[in-house]
């Protein structure tokens, strides 16, 4: 089945604890991005991967890092967590066109 | 930059007809996709519309007027399934960057 899977689905943490959300895609895709929500703002693209090794901002960069080391894992990490981050975080793939985005499950994160 | 503007709600009963609009301003346009999301869950893509016309898949179609810098999002035939919010999204020329709309909770009631 073709799918992106995220994990965690929750977490709750404190500010300043590291900590990576995984993202994987089995569809061969080659564009990968992160999305945060927050209630009244629709979703927010933070990073995206073109391809293995090329990653770029997005429009809300500040405090996460990326990496995308093989072509199906595109995993978010954020170095110091701080409560401003709690949001609700997707993970998404793409053909090349960008037309269509297949999303995962989310990531329900909570800093204290 | 780019924007778009939809409204934050619509309401409707079981089986009638319902219209989502989305208007944009972007420099540059690929084209506008729409999403449908559940409360907690993930978006799904429900259409894409490159070219100026109408798109129907099943009970919902997508239409598109690019002179005009707008679309909307049919749902006919409505079900209670249906309540959810609907995201109109556009990319604009160059970007690789999809802009959202804030989305519009579609509320039907029996």
């Known amino acids: 089945e073709a799918q992106v899977t995220q994990n965690p689905r929750y977490l709750i943490t404190v500010t300043g604890k590291k900590l990576t959300v995984t993202c994987s895609q089995n569809?061969?895709?080659?564009?990968m991005s992160w999305y945060r929500q927050d209630p009244g703002l629709g979703l927010r693209q933070i990073y995206y991967?073109?391809?293995?090794?090329?990653?770029d901002k997005g429009d809300v960069p500040e405090g996460y890092k990326v990496s995308r080391k093989e072509k199906r894992n595109f995993p978010l990490i954020l170095e110091s967590p701080s409560p401003n981050q709690t949001s609700l975080y997707f993970c998404?793939?793409?053909?090349?066109?960008?037309?269509?985005?297949?999303f995962g499950s989310g990531t329900q994160l909570s800093v204290l | 930059g780019q924007s778009l503007e939809q409204p934050s709600e619509v309401t409707a009963v079981e089986g009638a007809i319902v219209q989502i609009n989305c208007t944009y301003q972007t420099s540059g346009f690929y084209g506008l996709s729409w999403y449908q999301q559940h409360d907690g869950g993930a978006p799904t893509f429900l259409s894409y519309?490159?070219?100026?016309g109408l798109e129907e898949t099943g009970r919902f179609s997508s239409f598109l007027s690019r002179s005009d810098s707008y679309g909307y999002l049919l749902l006919q035939e409505l079900q209670m399934k249906d309540s959810a919010s609907y995201f109109c999204?556009?990319?604009?020329?160059?970007?690789?960057?999809?802009?959202f709309g804030r989305g519009t909770s579609l509320i039907v009631h029996p």
């Open positions: 999204a556009v990319r604009g020329g160059g970007s690789y960057i999809p802009t």
């Open positions: 569809m061969n895709h080659e564009y």
């Open positions: 519309n490159a070219l100026d």
């Open positions: 991967s073109m391809n293995v090794e090329v990653t």
């Open positions: 998404a793939s793409s053909e090349g066109g960008l037309e269509k985005l297949f």
